[in-house]
Each structure stands twice: as structure tokens, then as C-alpha cells.
């Protein structure tokens, strides 16, 4: 016999024992099946229910797990050896799974009272749970992924819903919006707000950073002096190891390279091992300055500032605002080699 294929959204409450606590319909002792066709609907909403339904209420936000909860503290209760934190724990998890008891009851009853609407509607009926079911992903999932786009993660602002809403419905009676090229403008702002957003947590982690920050601006004042290093205008620093005769790369040019990267106390965090080809505009700042500088047969030092490196990324090995040292070989332009993963991206 075939598998019944069936999707978590659309599932029936058969909870029975946890929808009847919840007042949310009968228990199972008063259910009566009196023909095949009553058993096979019953049992079609056990299999429902047991397939996956609690575990997706939980995702929803509809339920707390309140075994995921027991768990948490008990592993803390049994690890803490101070009675009276011990205590203070016990009583706080009391409170917590009380509190999360309570919720679990009146969000099932409402759950299982739309649940009955949408699972009752006749056609009429329909465009209503559609509205219901659009809402909430609206307000579930597209706002909360918008908002984190256009105002950075964990961020306390928020996107006006009785805005939002007044454009959807006047679109739908076909009412002249109150701005016009919407979707262009909403791409500027998004632009606008992102790069205010960077702003603002490139602020914030400078001053997390900030000794990361110092020793860099530190060893490249003291750099410059050295014997061979020079400046340019954006801060970049080389020092010709050997001068290549070949052409200079422009920026829409591919490059073959070999290079090693360094941390400024020494730490090799990446290395090419073998010659990589890549775009010189498809690299960070820094590179794609000195590559146009560097004749073709070139082996310099290259110091790169935060700023023309990976700024405020971390980057794993590289922490944010670090300055780097490179020491770049480059080997050939070749505009008929693919790009190659491998060198530093932006």
C-alpha cells in the first residue's frame, strides 16, 4: 500500500488528551466511530497529528517545549554545587515551566480554533484563511528577514505594519499608491539604511577592536620610515623585493599569482602553495592597487590597512581590522585562465 504523503501545514489536532486539558474539543473517549470510513477519518488524524505536528508548533512559536526546558535545567541543577543557587535555579525553572504550562493551553485552544475555521471553510470562506495564512507569513517570516536586512540583526527597529498593510490593501482596490517607482525607491532606501546599519556596527566593534586598531595604525607609522617602503595615497605600503620588467596589470585584467599572507605579529593565516589566477578587481583594496603598480615578474611585500583589507569582517584567522603583509609574486596576466578560489576576496 502506497505511503500517505502529508504536509505538516496543513495537519489535524488529534492531540486528544492535550486538546481536551486546553478545552479545545473532546477527549477521545467521547469520539464514536460507527463505519469504516469514521475509523479510517480518525485515524487519519492521529497519523496527522503524530507525524511531526507538536514539534512544528514549537517552531511556530505556538507552543513552548517544555522538555527541552526540563532539560536545560536540569543539567544546570545537577551541575551547580552551591545549595543556595541550587535552590534559586529550582525555583526559577518552578516559575518558568508554570508560566510556559499556562501559554501551551491558551495558544493550542486558539490554534485549534482556527485550525477548525480553516479545516471547515467552504469557498466562500476560503479567501479569509488565505488572508490569515498571507498575514502570517508576512508578519512571521518576510518582515523579520526585511528588518534584518535593511536594520542589521538584533536590531530594535522596526518596519511600520499599518504602512505596510495600507499599501497591500489600496493595491488590491487598485488605488493610485501615494508614491510612485516603489520598488526602486525601496531598493535606496534598503541601500541607504544598510549602509547605515554597517555603519553603525563598524562604530561598535571599532571600539571592541580597538587595540586591534592601535597596534596597526602603530607598526605601519613605524613602517614607513623603514628603508624601501613606500607609501601611497590610500595608505597602501609596498617594498619591491624584485622588479619585474613585463606589462602592469589594469583592472579588468586576470593575473597569475603566488603569494603568502601574514599577520603583523608574524602568523601566516593563508598561502597560495601553487600559482592561482583570479580578476585584480575581484580582490580586496588593497591588492587590486598594487597589482597595477606591480610589472609583470614582480616580487614586493605589500602592507595592507584594515580599511583596504577586510575591514571589520572576521575572517576567522584575520579578526576584524586587522592590518595584513602579503608577499605578492605576480607571475603573468593571463585573461584566458578562469578565476580560481584561493586568493584574498573581497
Keep these: 500500500m502506497k505511503k500517505i504523503q502529508i504536509f505538516v ?19 477521545s ?30 517552531q511556530l512559536g505556538v507552543l513552548t517545549d517544555t522538555t527541552q526546558l526540563k532539560m536545560s535545567y536540569n543539567g544546570r541543577i545537577s551541575a551547580e554545587t552551591d545549595k543556595t543557587k541550587k535552590e534559586a535555579l529550582e525555583k526559577e525553572y518552578k516559575t518558568k515551566l508554570d508560566s510556559a504550562v499556562k501559554a501551551n493551553g491558551k495558544n493550542i485552544t486558539a490554534f485549534i480554533s482556527g485550525l477548525k475555521e480553516g479545516i471547515a471553510a467552504n469557498s466562500e470562506k476560503t479567501p479569509y484563511i488565505n488572508g490569515i495564512t498571507v498575514g502570517n507569513q508576512i508578519a512571521k517570516q518576510m518582515l523579520p528577514n526585511l528588518e534584518n536586512q535593511a536594520f542589521g540583526p538584533g536590531s530594535k527597529d522596526k518596519l511600520n505594519k499599518d504602512l505596510i498593510l495600507s499599501a497591500i490593501v489600496g493595491f488590491l482596490k487598485k488605488e493610485k499608491p501615494v508614491i510612485a517607482n516603489s520598488s526602486e525607491l525601496l531598493q535606496q532606501k534598503m541601500a541607504v539604511l544598510q ?20 597596534a596597526g595604525e602603530k607598526f605601519l607609522a613605524e613602517n614607513k620610515t623603514k628603508e624601501g617602503v613606500v607609501t601611497t ?28 599572507g601574514k599577520l603583523i605579529d608574524g602568523t601566516v593565516f593563508d598561502s597560495s602553495k601553487e600559482p592561482v589566477t583570479f580578476g585584480v578587481n575581484q580582490v580586496i583594496k588593497g591588492w587590486t592597487e598594487v597589482l597595477q603598480l606591480m610589472p609583470v615578474g614582480s616580487k614586493w611585500t605589500v602592507f595592507v590597512p584594515y580599511q583596504l583589507g577586510y575591514g571589520s569582517q572576521d575572517m576567522g584567522k584575520i579578526k576584524p581590522f586587522s592590518t595584513l603583509i602579503f608577499e605578492v609574486e605576480l607571475l603573468a596576466i ?3 585562465a578562469p578565476a580560481a578560489a584561493g586568493a584574498p576576496q573581497q
Design 195 to 214: 549602509e547605515q546599519a554597517k555603519a553603525k556596527k563598524d562604530e561598535e566593534m571599532k571600539k571592541q577592536f580597538g587595540s586591534a586598531i592601535a
Design 334 to 336: 593571463d585573461n584566458s
Design 233 to 260: 595615497a590610500s595608505g597602501l605600503q609596498y617594498k619591491v623585493i624584485t622588479n619585474g620588467t613585463g606589462a602592469k596589470p589594469k583592472a579588468t585584467d586576470r593575473v597569475k599569482v603566488n603569494y603568502v
Design 9 to 27: 501545514c496543513s495537519a489535524i489536532v488529534a492531540f486528544s488528551s492535550f486538546a481536551a486539558s486546553c478545552n479545545g474539543g473532546g477527549s
Design 29 to 58: 473517549s467521547s469520539v464514536s466511530l460507527k463505519s469504516s470510513v469514521d475509523t479510517l477519518s480518525y485515524a487519519y488524524g492521529v497519523s496527522l497529528a503524530e507525524q511531526g505536528l507538536e514539534q512544528y508548533l514549537v
